[in-house]
């Protein structure tokens, strides 16, 4: 059977794209639980090594399994190549030691992840790698951080939990303009392929951190970077040979099996999330919602232009901050009170003191991320359950 499904549409790909069938002829894919493969003999065992012939070699950067998930999200992302991970901040870390050294330059936006900004500012900033953090919404910005330094550009879109939308195209735009060998990287952990591609939108690299919908339903640690066949099949491939964060021949399994239900799991929980958005957006005692499709969110319409649903994560802030937040926390029921996103069931959380607890007072001032602000990351319950579990 072929396993070149390149003229199918998403939805097929999805389900079959990387599928193997081993010699006892299983339908669902296998699970190869190995650290090392055998060799015909010594001159094969060498081709191997020194890639003068394809094949599987060592597990921490050659699996048939994670091979399937890599195929598959390659596909669904448009992208050459990809290489799993063991978590979303590993993927991050891979792309950062694959295509920066000391003295380089990075722009991202101030708003990004907690600790994808620890990484730019405090982990790279050891090695030498300086990094600029700017207002994502304000393009002037992004074009006035750019030096003869920068290499790379690195956004997340919607922000985790603000949901500011980067616009994809024009920021690429304005960095390859400025600099070609500049790699504009995007986290889509938020949209998933399912609601925007960012390499068809100009991005250089994807990352995932398919821990939260891609799973979709909250068992394995893991991530991905998709892009080209040169930067990510060659030179992040070759960090992770040597380096090894590797994604777990079971967890590519659990995420492979999550791809083909994604895009039916991200329309619900984007209706479900609407939903609730509306509704917080008519109770008196919520102050903001954060939701990028309201028409009330100030990036509403450009957020339309690239991803084609509002997404999965409501954030809203409440009015008597830290005390009125966890009494609205404490007192639900139903949602899971917990610091992941992406699972079928409903997760709520205190941005403030849990994914973003490691930031200065000043810095979660500057976004905006103060402690009457709630993040419920929506899945696949009854929204109307969802709603009532909210005393506001
Ligand atoms: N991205 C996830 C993961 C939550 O993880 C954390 O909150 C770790 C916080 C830390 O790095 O200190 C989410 O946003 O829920």
């Known amino acids: 059977m ?13 389900v079959r794209v990387g599928q193997l069938r081993g010699s006892e002829g299983e339908h669902s894919e296998p699970i190869y639980t190995t650290s090392s493969f055998v060799f015909g003999s010594a001159a094969e065992s060498a081709a191997r090594f020194s890639y003068q012939e394809l094949g599987n070699i ?8 994670v091979r399937v998930f890599e195929q598959r999200l390659a596909a669904l992302e448009g992208g050459e190549s990809c290489v799993g991970t063991a978590s ?16 380089d330059h990075v722009v991202s936006a101030s708003s990004i992840f907690g600790a994808s900004k620890i990484l730019l500012a405090g982990l790279l900033a050891k090695f030498g ?11 002037d910005a992004w074009r006035a951080a750019l030096s003869p330094k920068t290499r790379m550009v690195f956004f997340e879109t919607p922000t985790n939990p603000l949901m500011e939308i980067g616009d994809i195209a024009a920021i690429s735009e304005i960095a390859h303009a400025y600099n070609t060998d500049i790699k504009v990287v995007v986290d889509n952990c938020f949209c998933t392929p399912v609601l925007q591609q960012p390499l068809s939108l100009g991005a250089d690299v994807v990352l995932h ?12 640690v893991g991530g991905a970077v998709v892009g080209d066949a040169d930067f990510v099949g060659d030179k992040v491939l070759g960090f992770m040979r040597t380096a090894g964060p590797s994604m777990s021949p079971f967890n590519a399994w659990t995420f492979a099996k999550g791809l083909e239900t994604l895009s039916l799991r991200m329309h619900q929980a984007c209706d479900n999330s609407a939903r609730i958005a509306e509704h917080l957006s008519e109770t008196a005692n919520v102050k903001n919602v954060y939701y990028p499709g309201l028409e009330s969110h ?53 941005p403030y003191t849990t994914t973003h607890a490691r930031w200065s007072d000043e810095e979660k001032a500057e976004v905006g991320i103060t402690e009457g602000l709630i993040r419920i990351a929506v899945g696949l319950e009854d929204v109307e359950d969802l709603i009532e579990d909210l005393q506001l």
């Open 2 to 14: 072929t396993n070149d499904f390149k003229n199918y549409r998403p939805a097929t790909q999805a």
């Open 58 to 65: 060592y597990s921490r950067f050659t699996n048939p399994t």
């Open 88 to 103: 979303g901040m590993s993927a991050m870390l891979a792309v950062c030691m694959a295509g920066l050294q000391a003295g």
């Open 129 to 139: 790698v300086d990094t600029s953090f700017v207002d994502m919404k304000n393009l």
């Open 209 to 220: 951190s398919a821990t939260k919908f891609i799973d979709g339903q909250g068992r394995c």
């Open 298 to 350: 100030p990036q509403y319409h450009l957020a339309k232009t690239q991803q084609c649903k509002g997404g999965a994560v409501v954030s809203f802030e409440v009015a008597g901050g830290r005390e009125a937040a966890w009494r609205i926390i404490d007192q639900v029921k139903l949602m899971s009170i917990t610091a992941n996103l992406g699972d079928t069931r409903t997760t709520i959380t205190h």
